[in-house]
Nanobody, 119 residues
């Protein structure tokens, strides 16, 4: 059973925007922290953004000022708004949710969504 589901990836031109979504299944109803990682072919996984239960955010230097992480508590969903996209942002993006509910407290991951920035 997939407890974390991502959507919103795709192909976009440089300078364009995309919004990724990360939804927690109903089994997870207490969230402690959330975040996004990305991994490009041949590169190490990179932490992109984090969001705590207290709404504190942190970003990788490479995306500061361009990406914004946010959360809709009513929908148990996190978003990553990506603006001014660059070819180097091309990667598979993964979200994680540290949460608990009918499942034990743990870190749950999405399946990944591909973002390609190319003209």
């Amino acid at each position: 059973v997939q407890l974390v589901m991502e959507s919103g990836g795709g192909l976009v031109q440089p300078g364009g925007s995309l919004r990724l979504s990360c939804a927690a299944a109903g089994n997870i109803f207490k969230i402690y922290a959330m975040g996004w990682y990305r991994q490009a072919p041949g590169k190490q996984r990179e932490l992109v953004a984090t969001l705590t239960s207290g709404s504190d955010t942190d970003y990788a230097d490479s995306v500061k000022g361009r990406f914004t992480v946010s959360r809709d508590n009513a929908k148990n969903t996190m978003y990553l708004q990506m603006n001014s996209l660059k070819p180097e942002d091309t990667a598979t993006y993964y979200c994680y949710i540290e949460g608990s509910g009918t499942v034990r407290r743990g870190e749950y991951w999405g399946q990944g969504t591909q973002v390609t920035v190319s003209s």
